[in-house]
C-alpha cells in the first residue's frame, strides 16, 4: 500500500481483555517497530522486526504485551490482560533498510482506552 | 543512555513569524535524526530526515540544522501559518537500535 496502515483506530476494552492491534507496512519495508504514545509524550519504543525476525522487544512493558510479524509483513501487537495503564496511543512504523537509512513512516496509530 | 529534550514545549506566536524549535540529544553517535509534525489524534508525518553527514536538509518552509558535535538540531518555520499548529518532534536513530523521540513542542500559530 502507499501507507502504513494500522487498525483498528479506536479500540476500548474493559480491563482484564485480552485486544490484539493490526499493522500492514508499506510494501516491500523490511524493518517495522511499535511504538506507545502516552498522552502528551512522545513515542517509547516497544519493538522491532527486521523481516519475521523479532530483533529487539526490550521496550515491551511486561509479559502481557506480545508482538509478531510471522511472514515478514503484517504485524500483530497483542496485550493480555489489558490494564488502564495501557490506555495509550500505539503507533507502528515501517522503513525499507535495517537501520532506518531512509527514515520512517508513521502509521495514524490506534487509540487504546481501558476502562 | 540517549535523551532527547525539546525547548520549549509550548510555543505561540501570531501568523507570519519566523520560528526557532530545538531539539538535543545527549549521545552524538547517531545515523540520522529526523523531524516529525503530529496532529491532534493522528500519527506522525516525517518533515525532514538528516544524515549524520549531513549539516541541513531544506523542504519548502521548513529548514532543519544539525550539529552532530554538540548533539543539537533546529527546525527553522519561516513565515509561519496557523496551518503550521501541531506537536513537533524529533526522533535520533544511534548506536540503540531505535529511534528515540523528544517530547514535543506544541506549536500554536494565531492568525
Known amino acids: 500500500g502507499a501507507g502504513v496502515s494500522q487498525s483498528p483506530r479506536y479500540k476500548v476494552a474493559k480491563r482484564g481483555q485480552d485486544v490484539a492491534l493490526r499493522c500492514d507496512p508499506i510494501s516491500g519495508h523490511v524493518s517495522l517497530f511499535w511504538y506507545q504514545q502516552a498522552l502528551g509524550q512522545g513515542p517509547e519504543f516497544l519493538t522491532y522486526?527486521?523481516?519475521?525476525?523479532?530483533?529487539?522487544k526490550s521496550g515491551l512493558p511486561s509479559d502481557r504485551f506480545f508482538a509478531e510479524r510471522p511472514e515478514g509483513s503484517v504485524s500483530t501487537l497483542k496485550i493480555q490482560r489489558t490494564q488502564q495503564e495501557d490506555s495509550a496511543v500505539y503507533l507502528c512504523?515501517?522503513?525499507?533498510?535495517?537501520?532506518?537509512?531512509?527514515?520512517?513512516?508513521f502509521g495514524s496509530g490506534t487509540r487504546l482506552t481501558v476502562v | 543512555k540517549q535523551e532527547v529534550t525539546q525547548i520549549p514545549a509550548a510555543l505561540s506566536v501570531p501568523e507570519g513569524e519566523n520560528l526557532v524549535l530545538n531539539c538535543s540529544f545527549t549521545d552524538s553517535a547517531i545515523y540520522n535524526l529526523q523531524w516529525f509534525r503530529q496532529d491532534p489524534g493522528k500519527g506522525l508525518t516525517s518533515l525532514l530526515l538528516?544524515?549524520?553527514?549531513?549539516r541541513e536538509q531544506t523542504s519548502g518552509r521548513l529548514n532543519a540544522s544539525l550539529d552532530k558535535s554538540s548533539g543539537r538540531s533546529t527546525l527553522y518555520i519561516a513565515a509561519s501559518q496557523p496551518g503550521d499548529s501541531a506537536t513537533y518532534l524529533c526522533?535520533?536513530?544511534?548506536?540503540?537500535?531505535?529511534?528515540?523521540f523528544g517530547k514535543g513542542t506544541k506549536l500554536s500559530v494565531k492568525p
Open positions: 526522533a535520533v536513530w544511534g548506536s540503540q537500535g531505535n529511534l528515540i
Open positions: 512504523a515501517s522503513s525499507l533498510s535495517d537501520r532506518a537509512r531512509y527514515g520512517y513512516t
Open positions: 538528516i544524515q549524520s553527514s549531513q
Open positions: 522486526f527486521q523481516n519475521e525476525a523479532q530483533l529487539d
